[in-house]
């Protein structure tokens, strides 16, 4: 029997992605097949390749104490989006707790200047500020100082599976009785330094990324927020709130196994599905859609493949799965929130995507990769899947509506 | 964390900080400062830093040479934490040993050698095997990566309370059945940019500056240093005989704003703490708000451990450092508050009950 008091619900999602601001624009980009991965120069002097960038993203307004980094901006406006959608008053989230993710935070305001010499670069006009704006907790100071919400409030860094630890963490916090209302999502931007660091890994591919694919070459870089409204079951119904899926399982692992490489048999991952399907209480047959991490990279694709082929082991039919940063690339801290976002957008829609430009998938025999054309069905149950450097993964279940 | 969810138990205690490497309490007696000698400086400048120290020495078989300081001492101090615990990890279940982080400031010193990197070369040749460390959460990966620690893995943050956070995200990973041996590290390493920032904002103590001996409550004075603790649920840790509990964590409130005597007074449930530990948020000044908050809960004759000068430094980290240097500092029992405050109303208090 459902205790309505440990059910965690999802009562409003934010969006900024490559497709403009919210849900609705998000999904009839990717219903329509629009890839936001273009050619792109000049991110920084010299760069060439190709990412997927958010246009048009409204500045907040600063005064003189405040500094918003782009990481701060695509996060606040995916979590006024969220609240905004709600239909509820803003004073409703002033108590609420806000858990946002990233792993950039405020590098989009430093350039190479302040390593030669610090002191010099604070004196010059902004730039204390602009260096204020560098830890990963401004993001969440910045959501919580522009939406007027005062609950607890955690900043989560766990590289590219961020985003989704984030949204874990916040249904502790709700099962905890911490808040009764948590803005818990994931943003990151574009800026030199990742794409930098990602070059000089040679993880990128210069072309729009195949994930999956046995000829994929790596990773696109993208930018966005995802903002989850999440609350407990029983809270929704006092205020009347509209639910949009159920939060049916979580679990986050690690690896162990390397600084940057997944565990090649995908051993942490698999452990990590077998988890939250256990707190879900749901066997692998009941999955009908997994949004992969499916990054592109030759490392990550096929541990991935590895861990499916473990984790839903003795299903009756192989487990649809796609990559959906084939559609608007990889957002690093933002990624699983974006990617937790589309997940609901499936079940809502019952539409699943299917991975772009994957004509010679990994051969894995458990996995029905997705391709060609939507596939269209009623979708209960559907899992998102992420993964990231230092051997962290995450993985949430999300239902349709209330039990 | 509501007060009728079951209580978890530290069992274990381990620090790199000033006072050097060590498992358990704090020596007695405050730490001193140090002139900077790492980069240069436009004259004497001092901080609370940690002394070199070769790894291996401290936990046999360590290799930190491809990493940076932070990662490294993330490594000695929960690796001293645990032993400090008696627990012997081969004999655990390390897919239930999860690991729970708090900076401020990530890798920072990594980050400032990628953009020297970039300054030098150019954007399109830095270096690959600085980028993966630059990210915030890479000294928890070493952890468990060093130990075999399969569990959760988080790296949290907060500008004012983000080693309380560590404490209550560990606590509920603990107490929701996500893990049953949870590894709670914080703190910060000092670099030039962080440093430099903190002079040109005219933040620092005048004790930065000048070589006499330090007065205990000279303002801010940065800090660096790890601080870990072994959390168990409360179930484990009475299992094992030869546990050690050094508090256990019976409730948190965490807000940036809102009323913090009314929530703190709910939360403790009509029972006055007997001691208020003071942590404190990095800041000059930060000590009166959280004393009169103290005082406004407890009363006038509560004790009140007030924040040293060290545990200040570490700008959100810090509340560890305190937590450890209040046990370290005179035999105390009964219930206490971890208690911090920040801007007008904000504040993170944490109920234990002390052996």
């Known amino acids: 029997m459902t205790d309505i008091h440990k059910t965690i619900v999802v009562t409003g999602v934010g969006v900024v992605s490559p497709y403009g601001i919210g849900l609705d624009c998000l999904q009839a980009g990717m219903l329509s097949g629009q890839c936001c991965l273009a050619p792109t120069k000049g991110l920084y002097p010299g760069f060439e390749g190709t990412t997927a960038q958010v246009r048009e993203l409204p500045l907040l307004a600063e005064h003189s104490s405040s500094r918003y980094s782009r990481t701060d901006q695509l996060a606040t406006v995916a979590a006024q989006d969220a609240m905004g959608n709600s239909g509820r008053d803003g004073s409703t989230f002033r108590e609420s707790g806000i858990v946002m993710a990233n792993t950039v935070g405020g590098l989009t305001e430093i350039d190479t200047g302040i390593a030669k010499d610090p002191a010099a670069w604070y004196r010059r006009p902004g730039t204390l500020l602009q260096g204020a704006s560098y830890p990963f907790a401004h993001v969440a100071d910045a959501v919580g100082e522009r939406c007027g919400i005062l609950g607890p409030r955690v900043a989560v860094s766990v590289a590219c599976a961020s985003g989704a630890v984030a949204i874990a963490l916040a249904a502790n916090m709700l099962l905890d009785g911490a808040a009764s209302i948590v803005l818990a999502g994931g943003s990151d931007p574009l800026c030199p330094f990742t794409l930098s660091g990602f070059n000089s890994l040679r993880a990128l591919d210069p072309d729009p990324c195949s994930p999956f694919d046995q000829n994929r070459k790596g990773l696109n870089l993208g930018e966005g927020s995802a903002v989850l409204l999440l609350e407990t079951l029983a809270g929704a119904a006092a205020r009347n709130a509209n639910v949009m899926a159920v939060l049916r399982g979580w679990a986050m692992t690690n690896d162990a196994f390397h600084t940057t490489a997944p565990q090649t048999q995908g051993i942490g991952l698999a452990d990590c599905i077998r988890l939250s399907m256990e707190m879900a209480g749901v066997s692998g047959d009941e999955i009908g859609y997994v949004n992969a991490h499916g990054t592109g990279t030759p490392l990550n694709d096929i541990a991935e493949a590895n861990a499916y082929e473990t984790a839903f082991r003795g299903r009756k039919h192989p487990i649809p799965v796609s990559s959906t940063k084939s559609y608007f690339g990889h957002c690093l801290g933002a990624a699983g929130a974006l990617e937790a976002a589309v997940t609901i957008m499936t079940i809502r829609s019952g539409a699943l995507l299917p991975t772009l430009r994957l004509t010679d998938p990994i051969e894995s025999p458990g996995v029905d990769w997705l391709r060609g054309e939507v596939k269209r069905q009623p979708l209960p149950l559907a899992m998102s899947v992420s993964s990231g450097f230092g051997g962290g993964n995450a993985v949430l279940i999300f239902g349709s509506g209330p039990l | ?355």
């Open chain 2, 1 to 355: 964390m509501t007060p009728d969810l079951p209580p978890v138990t530290i069992t274990g205690i381990g620090s790199v900080s000033p006072y050097g490497p060590l498992a358990g309490l704090l020596p007695p007696g405050p730490v001193q400062t140090s002139p900077i000698t790492a980069w240069t400086t436009a004259g004497l400048r001092r901080a609370f830093l940690v002394q070199p120290f070769r790894a291996a020495s401290v936990v046999p078989g360590l290799k930190t040479r491809r990493l940076d300081r932070f990662s490294a001492w993330a490594l000695v101090a929960s690796s001293l934490a645990i032993k400090d615990t008696g627990i012997d990890l081969h004999q655990v279940d390390r897919s239930r040993v999860a690991v729970v982080f708090a900076t401020a400031f990530g890798c920072v010193e990594l980050t400032e050698a990628f953009y020297l990197s970039a300054a030098a070369n150019g954007w399109n040749a830095t270096d690959p095997s600085t980028f993966p460390e630059t990210l915030a959460s890479a000294p928890a990966s070493h952890v468990s990566l060093f130990h075999g620690l399969r569990g959760p893995n988080v790296t949290v943050s907060n500008k004012y309370f983000a080693g309380e956070n560590a404490l209550i995200q560990a606590a509920s990973l603990l107490r929701h059945g996500q893990a049953d041996l949870a590894i709670v590290l914080a703190g910060d390493a000092l670099a030039q940019t962080l440093y430099s920032w903190y002079e040109v904002a005219g933040l620092l103590s005048p004790a930065c500056y000048n070589s006499d001996p330090l007065p205990e409550d000279d303002g801010f004075i940065p800090s660096e240093g790890v601080a870990a603790l072994v959390m168990e649920s409360c179930d484990r840790g009475n299992i094992r005989s030869d546990a050690r509990p050094y508090a256990k964590i019976r409730s948190a409130r965490v807000a940036e704003g809102g009323q913090p005597a009314e929530s703190i007074r709910q939360m403790i449930g009509g029972s006055v703490p007997s001691l208020t530990v003071c942590s404190g948020n990095g800041s000059p000044c930060a000590t009166s708000p959280t004393t009169a908050l103290a005082r406004e809960i407890s009363g006038d004759d509560a004790v009140i451990i007030l924040p040293q000068a060290f545990a200040l430094g570490l700008a959100g980290t810090g509340a560890l450092f305190h937590l450890i240097l209040a046990l370290s500092s005179q035999p105390i029992n009964g219930q206490a508050l971890l208690l911090a405050t920040a801007g007008e109303s904000g504040f993170a208090a944490l109920l234990l009950e002390l052996p």
